[in-house]
């Protein structure tokens, strides 16, 4: 049997970090010795626990370490890790590490180096001109990129999922329709407000639900009071609130009175070709055509808004990008900088979002469908609390438990 020191410190037993690696070492085919473990004995105590790892092949126990790293085990005895020059453009060398959301550093000339633009299923690739480690994806490598491969050499430093109790610990758990909505508006108004006064961006990522269901209102309020910086939506998002500027309608409908236009079915492609005409969507504001609605609160207020299309799209707007690779690009350079995000009511661009986020940032995702909740944390963005509601009583409670918490800690 071939084997491997590995240790774990932190809170290990409420993250259950300690009980997932030694479940990983079985399933993987292995076995394990706990030759030392400390517990602390209050809730901020860390802990720490030293295992002997063994297995039958040298091939094996690399894949096997591998897997225990990505939990936050750290090889004893580490050594640098291997880089391998990529020998073609859009593919990595086939011994790729592949990222995790966690923070994860790589050791290179004896000293561990922090990785940049964290992102799961990613590589890593040392730039020489920064010298610096970061995230690459797929498609972006260049033949003689140096590359991480392998799994020594690398340490993942997980979040600490369960460090505080109450709200989050409990709220971001399993989905389900019976969680406390009040305790998760409240918590989610105070991450609203406690990322804008450290200088850090709230965003929003919106599907076209939010016009429909008459929730615009409350996202032009929140653009207008400086709680929200930056906007990620579909390009039916952007038609439908633009539709909604110029004629009183979406999707044909009219939002106060719920009743279906004359020719409202050609209001949406009527709103595209009016910003065409006009030449996009900043220049129909500038214009005077465009003169209410989230897009141009976006355009006033200066809030970066990243339009993204799909296949169902009727014509796309001029600033929508329908080139998906360059929409992550897109997306990537849109969640800099952010503390809290809020995905409400768009499937596809929620998980996409919610995939190239880094698991420090927190997360809320609002929808009717329970399935898309757990979709995002079934991926391993455990960060994400998920709420099962319509958008408009979400964003009316939301801004009313904001103004609440504004009052309390003027008052305090």
Not at 115 to 126: A, H, K, N, R
Request: aromatic share 6%; net charge negative.
């Amino acid at each position: 049997m071939h084997s491997e020191t590995i240790t774990l410190e932190g809170h290990i037993i409420d993250s259950r970090a300690l009980s997932e690696t030694l479940d990983d070492i079985i399933t993987f085919g292995g076995d394990f010795e706990v030759l030392e473990v400390h517990i602390g004995r209050r809730k901020h105590d860390r802990s720490h626990a030293r295992i002997e790892v063994y297995a039958e092949t040298p091939e094996k126990l690399a894949q096997l370490i591998g897997q225990v790293t990505k939990r936050g085990a750290f090889v004893e005895s580490p050594t640098d890790c291997e880089l391998v020059d990529a020998d073609m453009n859009g593919a990595f060398p086939d011994d790729f590490y592949c990222t995790t959301n966690q923070p994860t550093f790589v050791r290179h000339a004896g000293q561990w180096r922090e990785v940049s633009d964290l992102e799961m299923d990613c590589g890593i690739w040392y730039d020489p001109n920064a010298d610096q480690f970061r995230c690459i994806p797929m498609e972006k490598v260049r033949r003689g990129h140096r590359v991480v491969c392998g799994t020594r050499g690398i340490h993942i430093e997980p979040i600490e999922r369960h460090l505080e109790r109450g709200t989050f610990q409990y709220l971001a758990t399993e989905i389900a329709t019976e969680k406390p909505k009040g305790a998760i508006l409240r918590h989610c108004a105070q991450l609203i407000l406690d990322t804008k006064a450290s200088g850090k961006r709230v965003l929003l990522v919106g599907g076209a639900s939010i016009v429909h269901t008459d929730s615009a209102q409350f996202v032009v309020q929140m653009i207008e009071d400086g709680t929200l910086h930056g906007l990620i939506a579909s390009n039916a998002l952007a038609v439908h609130d633009i539709e909604l500027a110029l004629y009183g309608t979406s999707l044909g409908v009219y939002v106060e009175k719920a009743a279906l236009a004359d020719t409202g079915h050609e209001h949406p492609l009527r709103a595209i070709n009016s910003i065409r005409r006009a030449g996009g969507i900043k220049a129909a504001v500038k214009a005077g055509l465009l003169d209410s609605g989230i897009l141009h609160a976006c355009v006033k207020h200066n809030v970066e808004f990243c339009l993204l299309g799909s296949v169902r799209d009727e014509a796309p707007l001029p600033e929508t990008i329908a080139d998906t690779v360059v929409a992550q690009d897109h997306i990537r350079e849109a969640i800099r900088d952010v503390g809290f995000v809020l995905m409400v009511a768009s499937r596809t661009l929620s998980i996409s979002t919610a995939y190239i986020l880094p698991a420090a940032t927190p997360v809320v995702c609002v929808d009717l469908n329970p399935s898309v909740l757990n979709r995002i944390r079934d991926r391993g963005t455990f960060q994400t609390i998920g709420i099962v509601t319509d958008a408009e009583s979400f964003f009316r409670e939301l801004l009313e438990e904001v103004e609440k918490l504004k009052a309390k800690r003027a008052g305090g």
